[in-house]
């Protein structure tokens, strides 16, 4: 599918973020391990979650939706060895965090997924699930799916993380439930701290203590109802229309601006962005509030490895916004980013390029020459749900026709979005 956008004039309105994904992740995959009935309101209904919901059904786990979701949970032995091959599709959170927790349960299983998937590296979360027990088994040297797991019996570990990434840390998390003792995490830099967050609301034993998690084995988790808050990655691409398009004005409602995800609002208000954050609250232990964003003019920055983290979804589309701010804007420290949907770095310099921007790739990041002048131009999303939703912004500040190809890519994590595009600019 192909999707043609022309120059918007302003962008005017009001918008409740969709639910966010990375909790949908963790909210089905808790519930499920858990013993008895979950409820879970506002829940993501997107491809990726549902190769979640998918597989935990594969797994044996009754799963009703509605308006609400409603896990019946298993309890951490319940889980069933499943018949076939779970696919996880495009979600790469769903194929690293279920390696974790069918590690510790003792049956053999196998999950692939697309094209895409299959290309991921899934090496830096087999070594230390093996450091606690697992025998798994992968493609390439165990560096690529398809990944086949038989579990049970882990052993504790202290494992130091050569490379901040929450879906890791996630799984050896995870993993640690069914270890006989304490499971010890240590991030180089913070990175996303949802399954830290939610834990302890299903009983979990966990503490984080700076840079260190520890969760304690041994114990059954209990379910519980959840509220899933606004997706700040989701609402990020109409923040950036709305600084990047003269005359905008919009607020987007009750999103989450968990820390750790919301570096890229802290790096567009350090550019000078026109940004109120209003009624801060917490929704299920996670702190969400209202944002209000104006047209703003942007000053370019530097954008070091240490800020990474808590913005490597937005990476895309902070790359639109460099584009336009005054001055020059280098992104370091970003090399994962060439290993997860696309190699969104190749991607977006190439599709800038096009646009009429100058771009400088290095191994590891990008800089960009603001004030660009950018012009219609044919892009191609290599099935990447944020770059098809990057380059989307950037057509509204381009003179001429912009298409975006394979743009169904937005199914993953959003599939509202171009309907949603259309209500604001219209």
Same mark, same amino acid.
């Given at each position: ?9 302003? #962008? ?46 594969? #797994? ?13 949970? %298993? ?22 965090? =279920? ?11 196998? =999950? ?56 890791? %840390?996630?799984?050896?998390? +995870?993993?640690?439930? @069914? ?14 701290? $949802? ?6 609301? @299903? ?17 059954? =988790? ?27 004005? +919009?607020?987007? %409602? ?15 208000? *350090?550019?000078? &962005? ?17 944002? @209000? ?20 979804? *937005? ?21 994962? +980013? ?18 009429? &921007?100058?771009?400088?790739? /290095?191994?590891? !990041? ?15 999303? @290599? !099935? ?11 057509? =509204?500040?381009? $003179?001429?026709?912009?298409?975006? $190809? ?7 994590? /959003? ?12």
């Amino acid at each position: 599918m192909k999707i043609e956008i022309n120059k918007a004039s302003r #962008l005017k309105g009001e918008i409740i973020s969709p639910p966010d994904k990375s909790i949908s992740h963790r909210a089905i995959m808790l519930s499920s391990i858990a013993k008895g009935k979950s409820i879970i309101r506002n829940l993501l209904k997107a491809a990726d979650t549902l190769s979640t919901l998918n597989a935990f059904r594969t #797994l044996g786990v009754d799963i009703s939706e509605d308006k609400e979701v409603i896990i019946e949970g %298993k309890g951490r032995f319940g889980l069933k060895e499943p018949v076939s091959v779970i696919d996880c599709g495009n979600s790469g959170t769903t194929m690293r965090l =279920l390696t974790g927790v069918l590690s510790g349960n003792p049956f053999f299983s196998v =999950l692939t997924g697309d094209e895409s998937l299959r290309t991921r590296p899934m090496g830096r979360v087999i070594k230390p699930l093996r450091q606690m027990g697992a025998q798994i088994m992968a493609r390439q040297d165990d560096s690529y799916p398809p990944i086949a797991v038989r579990g049970g019996g882990l052993n504790p570990i202290r494992y130091e993380m050569p490379i901040a990434s929450a879906q890791v %840390k996630s799984a050896i998390l +995870l993993a640690g439930l @069914y270890a006989d003792g304490v499971t010890e995490v240590i991030e180089p830099v913070k990175s996303r701290d $949802h399954t830290e967050r939610m834990l302890p609301s @299903y009983g979990a034993d966990v503490d984080v203590s700076g840079l260190s998690i520890r969760v304690k084995g041994g114990i059954e =988790l209990e379910g519980i109802e959840v509220d899933v808050p606004g997706d700040f990655s989701s609402a990020a691409f109409f923040i950036a229309a709305a600084l990047l398009v003269k005359d905008s004005d +919009l607020t987007v %409602k009750s999103v989450g601006i968990n820390p750790t995800r919301a570096g890229f609002l802290n790096v567009l208000q *350090e550019m000078g &962005a026109n940004i109120s954050v209003e009624n801060t609250r917490e929704v299920s232990g996670e702190p969400v509030a209202d944002l @209000y964003c104006k047209y703003s003019e942007l000053r370019a920055i530097d954008i070091g490895a240490e800020t990474i983290p808590s913005l490597i979804d *937005e990476f895309p589309v902070l790359c639109v916004v460099a584009s336009q701010a005054e001055g020059v804007t280098t992104i370091k420290g970003a090399g994962e +980013l060439r290993v997860k949907e696309s190699d969104r770095i190749k991607a977006m310099a190439e599709g800038l390029r096009k646009m009429g &921007a100058e771009v400088e790739e /290095y191994d590891d !990041g990008l800089s960009i020459k603001g004030s660009a002048t950018l012009k219609g131009a044919d892009i191609e999303t @290599y !099935g990447d749900h944020r770059i098809a939703m990057a380059f989307s912004i950037a057509a =509204l500040t381009a $003179h001429g026709k912009t298409t975006i $190809h394979n743009a169904e890519a937005v199914n993953i994590s /959003y599939p509202e979005f171009f309907s949603t595009l259309k209500e604001l600019t219209g």
